[in-house]
């Protein structure tokens, strides 16, 4: 790029919205299963002028005369930047490799189906041995991308270090996201340490209900997603009265969604279509896009309303906040704890009474068993985050050990996590950290609503309003700054320990 074509920062601001919102759409697309290519290396190609290291020293350099909230707003399109460049040189052979997974089928019981589709499939066998099946058959597929993950992983790593100026991985999210990675898992294991007894005793009592007698003493996560759902308990959630229930419990807290036209939900299923729901702001708070594939069970009134509070947040930004802090931010922990305030709804005994017809007492152990799953994915994702730094501590050395992540995550959960799935369960730029932030801070929020609204918090529309308040917001503020607002220490784990049932 040559330096007349260097664009000022707000023309940069509105051709990047553009960019994004182009490939926001194509990944959708793709996700939900309308299209079976990707095409992403295209959008790339057409804004190729974008980016460039001309563009990206200008920004550096407007960056370091500004400050307060512009200087914020510059360092994230600076951040942008350097992700743009390296997109520019990987989207090919990302498009690649996902358009390679999308076309990968496997085989099972005689049906050939796509690779995707196995994977969502595991969430609703019935039978504890073709789960085992299919979830080795599909993993095997998985692991078979491992090289090419791998190699992407490298280059990535390469390009990101060169671009940032700093070539540790660790340091590099450290100084991104604002927090010390190392002190926030510190944290975390401290907690994980004093909920295990209360977790054992969940567990032993859950994986008897949900798995039956002929369960491993350790079973394989294959059978997480059938847990998740509940499915022994799918005739109480059914997959008809979902989205009913769900828009309900939202309009208790004064969200009507059906009149946000904003705010566009996919509910549909289609083979193609990513089992893992998903909020696609493409340009908050015009477009916003909710989508779910239900599959029966209380999963997925868990997964709508967790989506729908990434979405109302997105949706419910203030329209007059420049584009950056609308759409851009430094990363997920923000918006993933109202995400988790409104899927905790789910773990008020109340709530199964209210929208289920239950007595108190079935209300009671219901809930149990949502606070059991919790419990079950905290631990989860803090035994994801060590294995993530030790990963990263060593990745351009050796790789990373594969040893470690089926240790630490067996160990952590009491479910058998497959070695190769070292790779393909590593979402970027150290996501695990942020839903664990989002964990103490949605249990943050959740007892400042306790004291400030009342215990019917999840039912009362001044809840809303504050929530709605918090969304004007936008990316604007940090998870950090949430906390201190809500007068707590943003590694005060305490509140995040009653929730998890310790």
């Known amino acids: 790029m040559s330096s007349t074509s260097v664009l000022s920062p707000t023309d940069f601001s509105a051709r990047l919205e553009r960019y994004l919102y182009e490939r926001s759409e194509e990944w959708r697309a793709v996700r939900v299963g309308e299209k079976e290519v990707s095409e992403q290396a295209e959008i790339v190609k057409r804004y190729a002028d974008l980016f460039g290291r001309d563009q990206l020293d200008a920004l550096r350099e407007a960056e370091d005369a500004a400050a307060g909230d512009e200087h914020e707003l510059l360092y994230r399109l600076r951040k942008t930047c350097e992700s743009g460049i390296a997109a520019a040189q990987l989207a090919e052979r990302e498009d690649e490799l996902e358009n390679r997974f999308l076309a990968e089928r496997v085989t099972f019981k005689g049906e050939e189906m796509p690779l995707r589709n196995a994977q969502a499939k595991l969430a609703v066998l019935p039978e504890y041995a073709d789960r085992e099946e299919l979830g080795r058959i599909q993993a095997e597929a998985s692991a078979r991308f491992n090289p090419d993950r791998i190699e992407l992983m490298r280059l990535s790593e390469e390009l990101a270090a060169d671009l940032s100026g700093i070539e540790d991985a660790i340091e590099r999210n450290e100084e991104e996201k604002g927090i010390s990675l190392r002190e926030l898992s510190d944290a975390l294991r401290r907690a994980s340490v004093d909920s295990t007894q209360s977790y054992e005793g969940l567990r032993g009592q859950w994986f008897a209900k949900l798995l039956g007698d002929r369960r491993e003493d350790v079973p394989s996560s294959y059978h997480t997603a059938w847990m998740r759902r509940l499915s022994p308990l799918e005739a109480t959630y059914t997959k008809d009265k979902a989205t009913e229930t769900c828009l309900r419990t939202l309009e208790a807290l004064g969200f009507d969604l059906p009149s946000q036209p904003n705010i566009k939900l996919d509910l549909d299923d289609r083979p193609q279509k990513s089992p893992r729901a998903c909020v696609i702001a493409s340009d908050p708070p015009k477009v916003v896009h909710l989508i ?44 993933e704890i109202y995400s988790y305030i409104v899927e905790a709804i789910t773990r008020e005994p109340e709530w199964h009474e209210l929208y289920f017809g239950l007595s108190p007492e079935q209300a009671r152990e219901n809930a149990e068993a949502t606070t059991f799953l919790e419990a079950l994915l905290y631990r989860r ?13 060593r990745f351009m050395r050796d790789g990373g050990d594969a040893d470690v992540y089926e240790r630490l995550l067996t160990e952590a959960t009491g479910i058998r996590y497959r070695r190769d799935n070292y790779v393909s369960d590593m979402d970027e730029g150290f996501y695990s950290a942020d839903y664990l932030r989002a964990w103490i801070r949605s249990a943050q929020l959740r007892d400042h609503l306790v004291r400030e609204v009342g215990e019917d918090w999840w039912r009362n529309r001044k809840t809303g309003e504050l929530l709605a308040e918090l969304f004007r917001e936008g990316t604007k503020p940090s998870s950090e700054e949430i906390a201190r607002r809500l007068g707590f220490d943003p590694l005060d784990c305490k509140p995040l320990l009653h929730e998890i049932g310790a």
């Open 381 to 393: 994702y803090e035994a994801k985050l060590r294995y993530e730094l030790d990963f990263w501590s």
């Open 292 to 335: 779910t594939r239900a599959q029966g069970g209380l999963h997925d009134y868990q997964a709508f309303l967790h989506e729908a509070g990434h979405a109302l947040h997105y949706g419910g930004c203030d329209p007059q906040l420049p584009y950056v802090f609308r759409r851009i931010s430094r990363d997920h922990a923000l918006t």
